[in-house]
């Protein structure tokens, strides 16, 4: 059974399409994705502060 490729046109707000590229570039970003990583790394080690003590210390 041989399966063939069709082409089809879809249209999306700008908008939206601006988001998709935002995030395309972001997951393409190496140290972008490195600093999330650490960042989730460290929420789940528990080095989590609130705003509250953040402010405190600027």
Sequence with gaps: ????????LVSIQKSDLDSLEATIETLENEYVMDQLERSEQDIQKGKVRNVGEFLKEL
Aim: charged share 25%; aromatic share 0%.
């Design 1 to 8: 059974m041989a399966t063939t490729k069709q082409s089809r």
